[in-house]
């Protein structure tokens, strides 16, 4: 079949954090992307606020490069699709996959392969792409270049790569300095025998299999993912796998239940370096964006109107966590400022919008009209929902987080994770009991003589809600953890991880510094002064394991009287600020969260004090 040369797709595909953004831009520097005098922020591709502030991919988003190789001749694109590290997001890179014909698997020099590396090969593996390992970050100190290697072929071993798979071509780089090397360097070291990334170029050139195509095939385009326009409206990017897009074509669309419209192609975009410029033409191998059909979804294909011919819907992984997702119904609703949006109407129309772009995601009907049941990968996926709803100014009342169960034979199975543990030994004793109260079961341990150990455990998903906060104490905060999905298992019985209680405000007005004086020694609390609160509402964490109601907003009473303690001055404890994720962890089953674009509350499912003694007191005696 003949191909095209004068192209190449390619998707980076790495653990969070271990320079894929980084890379993506020395590549775009070097590709003569930027003019000389043009000034260039760090980690351009992470175009999103939100992906800025975590420092980490969220999107997954594809850029151009035009390389000129070193011989002479014409000049090749270099399609790369920047995918997100994190198993959350992973109905981003399984839409990444399907646009490229090879990857490039980066991993670091240090920590190794991860559970996400792992992730993120598997899927690579199962879609039969070839592989190009390139170890950054050789510069590290604590870099163990051979060590790591051979952690890679294992892992390509554990995951059935094929005899091909595994004879992968190895690059040694610092993405950092913009350096490449086919050599190993030192340990340690930035490659020496390069000043530029030109090995990586002409590896991608020689690996990466260029597009093949019918010459006499129908055409058939393939939509991968979806951006919107303030003036062309919904655009469609689609990866063109037979014959020719133009401009003011009339294409048979083809949607997700099998019915076929005839469309027209208004506009015709083709990516270069990280802006979109008209085209009149696409052929076969080329990663396009069109503009001209407003409902059209991921997944879909644009096919020859005499011809019509489907390709396969994008397929994902099970969601394996819940959470509601409902309109505002604290009394302090609408209080925070004018223009936010607190209406049922407005948070379905959103959350549908969501569904279009996002193919990983669900949203269910619940019992309730003003609130919905959102499924997806992972807990940081939701929360990362929530935030962006949060900043477009909608109010929101967030449940605790679930599992997505299963029946398998007759019984309830639940999502599993696999975590990685790295942590220094003396800690080991701790993180061992932290993941028994959590039905954790331990798989290995290596202890890399470094002082380190990595343990791996199979733990069900519920018993890592609330985790990370408590693995950061327990380890002073030098832990490093990392899960993924791992499948079904059958329940795991009943789990307590939150052993404290919460401090309960028992009676709406402002928090008074005298009330907080009082009740600092009773536990954490997460107010301050002249805050308003309600009764219901969640203002500290108990020391003791039952919740209390307390009178937060208590003033002196005022008297002519001389006291002898009137010039004793009390200090005040300054309150834990929890963040969006942190309230989704302490989170209870009796409890759930008022998201406003000002302030995150944690608050009682019912606010009403004696409503809720009624409950316990019935709970007891069932």
Not at 144 to 151: F, H
Not at 273 to 297: F, H, N, Q, S, W
């Amino acid at each position: 079949m003949p191909t095209r040369n004068d192209i190449r797709n390619v998707a980076i595909v790495a653990h969070v954090d271990h320079g894929k953004t980084t890379l993506v831009d020395a590549m775009l520097k070097q590709g003569g992307a930027f003019a000389a005098h043009q000034h260039v922020d760090e980690r351009v591709m992470d175009s999103n606020d939100l992906e800025r502030e975590k420092g980490i991919t969220i999107l997954a988003k594809n850029t151009a490069v035009r390389y000129h190789p070193k011989g002479g001749g014409d000049p090749i694109t270099i399609n790369i699709i920047d995918t997100p590290g994190h198993a959350d997001f992973g109905g981003e890179v399984e839409r990444g996959l399907s646009m490229v014909d090879a990857v490039v698997l980066l991993v670091d020099s240090s920590e190794g392969p991860l559970p996400q590396t792992r992730f993120v090969l598997r899927k690579a593996l199962q879609a039969k792409l070839p592989v190009i390992l390139c170890i950054n970050k050789t510069d590290r100190p604590d870099a163990r270049i051979d060590e790591v290697v051979n952690e890679a072929y294992d892992l390509f071993l554990d995951l059935d790569a094929t005899e091909d798979q595994i004879e992968f071509p190895i690059v040694y780089a610092c993405a950092r300095d913009g350096v490449a090397s086919l050599t190993k360097p030192e340990d340690g070291t930035v490659p020496a025998d390069s000043d530029s990334l030109e090995p990586f170029f002409s590896t991608i050139l020689e690996h990466v299999p260029a597009p093949e195509y019918d010459e006499h095939a129908p055409l058939q385009a393939h939509v991968t993912n979806l951006d919107a326009d303030n003036f062309l409206g919904r655009i469609a990017l689609c990866r063109v796998e037979q014959g020719e897009l133009k401009k003011g074509q009339t294409v048979a669309w083809i949607r997700r239940d099998g019915s076929i419209q005839n469309v027209r192609i208004t506009e015709l975009l083709m990516t270069d370096a990280l802006t979109r410029k008209p085209a009149e033409k696409a052929g076969p191998g080329d990663i396009c964006a069109v503009a001209g059909i407003p409902d059209i979804m991921i997944g879909e294909t644009l096919a020859d109107p005499e011809d019509p011919i489907a390709l396969p819907l994008i397929t994902v992984d099970e969601p394996a966590i819940s959470m509601t997702i409902g309109t505002n119904t604290s009394p302090l609703v609408g209080k925070g400022g004018k223009g936010h949006k607190v209406t049922a109407r407005l948070v379905k129309d959103r959350l549908e919008r969501e569904l279009v772009g996002n193919v990983s995601l669900r949203v269910l009907p619940t019992e309730r009209p003003d609130a919905w049941e959102v499924q997806g990968r992972g807990e940081l996926a939701l929360a990362i929902l929530v935030e962006t709803m949060r900043r477009e100014g909608f109010e929101l009342t967030v449940g605790k987080p679930q599992v997505v169960t299963k029946v398998i034979g007759g019984k309830v199975h639940e999502p599993v994770e696999r975590m990685t543990i790295d942590c220094p030994e003396e800690y080991l004793g701790a993180i061992t009991q932290l993941m028994a109260t959590r039905k954790g079961r331990m798989e290995t341990m290596t202890n890399h003589g470094s002082g380190w150990v990595r343990m791996e455990f199979v733990v069900p998903a519920r018993g890592l809600i609330g985790f990370r906060t408590e693995f950061l104490t327990d380890t002073r905060g030098t832990g490093i953890a990392h899960s993924i999905f791992e499948g079904h298992e059958p329940w795991f019985g009943e789990l307590r991880t939150r052993s404290s209680g919460s401090l309960v405000a028992d009676r709406p007005g402002p928090v008074t510094a005298f009330a907080m004086t009082n009740l600092q020694e009773r536990g954490t609390l997460f107010v301050e002064p002249g805050t308003e609160v309600y009764e219901g509402m969640i203002v500290g964490e108990n020391s003791r394991a039952d919740d209390m109601d307390v009178n937060i907003t208590k003033e002196k009473k005022l008297t002519n009287m001389r006291s002898s303690t009137a010039d004793v001055t009390e200090s005040l404890v300054p309150p834990r600020k929890l963040s969006l994720e942190q309230s989704l962890e302490f989170c209870r089953e009796d409890e759930c969260i008022e998201v406003t674009p000002e302030t995150v509350r944690i608050r009682k499912l019912v606010l009403d004090q004696k409503e809720r003694g009624r409950a316990t007191a019935r709970a007891k005696k069932g």
